[in-house]
């Protein structure tokens, strides 16, 4: 055996934030490469026409519906969590 084995507090000192790093890293990669595949997918299966009127529909989604809901449920915890007055004007 050669020199002291090392205990798990100095492997990770000396260790964790490259693990850390790689588990973010496969994350992120995630997050864009599953969507990324599926409309790949999807552009195989039924063509680039259906393909390009789904990314359009959902864009659109997400430009209208999405955000309307997004902006009521911001606007609806500004108001009762962080409005220190809301409680006097009821």
């Given amino acids: 055996m050669r020199g002291n084995p090392m ?10 934030y490259k693990i850390l790093l790689g588990i ?11 969507p990324a595949l599926g409309i790949a997918t999807l552009i195989k299966t039924y063509g680039l026409g259906i393909g390009l009127v ?14 309307r809901s997004a902006e009521a ?5 500004g ?5 220190d007055k809301w409680y006097k004007r009821k």
């Fill in 73 to 77: 449920y911001a606007k609806a915890h």
């Fill in 24 to 34: 973010m890293a496969a994350v992120i990669i995630g997050l864009f490469a599953i």
């Fill in 54 to 67: 789904f990314l359009i529909v959902a864009a659109a989604y997400g430009f209208t519906v999405w955000r």
């Fill in 7 to 16: 205990d798990f507090a100095l492997f990770m000192e000396r260790y964790g």
């Fill in 79 to 83: 108001k009762y969590f962080y409005d």
